[in-house]
């Protein structure tokens, strides 16, 4: 069964460094979302992506995210100076067009901590 | 304001017993999805179940079902014959729109642990 891919699946970064999580989602999928969950508590939409442009992003989403898909296959989330706070579970989703009963496909998660 | 209120943070279960997971929504769109994922202790989120707010069915998945009352606005998810695998969170979540790259946001969950 097709599966979205998070790379790294843990990454452990000192406070104010970037950080780039990469994800693969299913090929044919169109859409694009990345969430986080911070440890035990809900999870939270940051952004979706549409079209190589976002869709919609949260408050939580501010100037220090950014997300890109450089080359047709990956979507990658950018956080440009990591704070502690930032330290969560951070899920990317995809789901193919012109099907809104589809749920999404999860990605594994990639594990951040901010140290 | 909430949009998606879990009320029961802890559940349990007896094995092979029947359960069910309250979830209550907040929307004033005509259109909108009801879904259900779990998240077992490995972390990852598997989608259960769906349900469209113009279906007149409950949804069924094996042995999930959706109990939707949209007057109430609840979608309760019905697990039925418990097993021990079925020990995990499980996330109640809304899209509002019909679109399918309308954003999901998810309710607080609830910790079912089913007992042997």
């Known amino acids: 069964e097709p599966e979205v891919t998070q790379t790294p699946s843990h990454q452990v970064t000192q406070m104010g460094q970037e950080v780039i999580l990469r994800c693969v989602p299913i090929?044919?999928?169109?859409?694009f979302y990345w969430y986080r969950q911070i440890l035990g508590q809900k999870v939270e939409f940051l952004v979706s992506?549409?079209?190589?442009?976002?869709?919609?992003k949260s408050e939580i989403f501010d100037d220090q995210f950014s997300v890109e898909r450089p080359d047709g296959s990956n979507f990658t989330l950018k956080i440009r100076s990591t704070k502690l706070e930032d330290s969560a579970m951070y899920f990317c989703a995809s789901t193919p067009r012109g099907a809104p009963n589809y749920g999404y496909t999860f990605g594994s998660g990639t594990r951040l901590t901010v140290v | 304001a909430q949009k998606i209120t879990q009320t029961q943070p802890g559940m349990f279960v007896q094995e092979k017993e029947a359960v069910t997971l309250d979830c209550t929504y907040d929307t004033s769109d005509q259109s909108y999805g009801l879904f259900w994922y779990k998240q077992p202790s490995s972390g990852e989120m598997i989608f259960l179940i769906y349900?469209?707010?113009?279906?007149?069915q409950n949804a069924t998945e094996g042995r999930y079902s959706l109990n939707f009352q949209k007057a109430r606005k609840s979608a309760n998810l019905v697990i039925s014959a418990s097993q021990l695998g079925d020990s995990a969170m499980y996330f109640c979540?809304?899209?509002?729109?019909?679109?399918?790259?309308?954003?999901?946001?998810f309710g607080p969950g609830t910790s079912l642990s089913v007992i042997p």
């Open positions: 992506f549409y079209n190589n442009e976002i869709s919609e």
């Open positions: 979540a809304m899209r509002e729109g019909v679109t399918s790259y309308d954003k999901v946001i």
């Open positions: 090929s044919n999928h169109l859409y």
């Open positions: 349900q469209g707010s113009y279906d007149e």
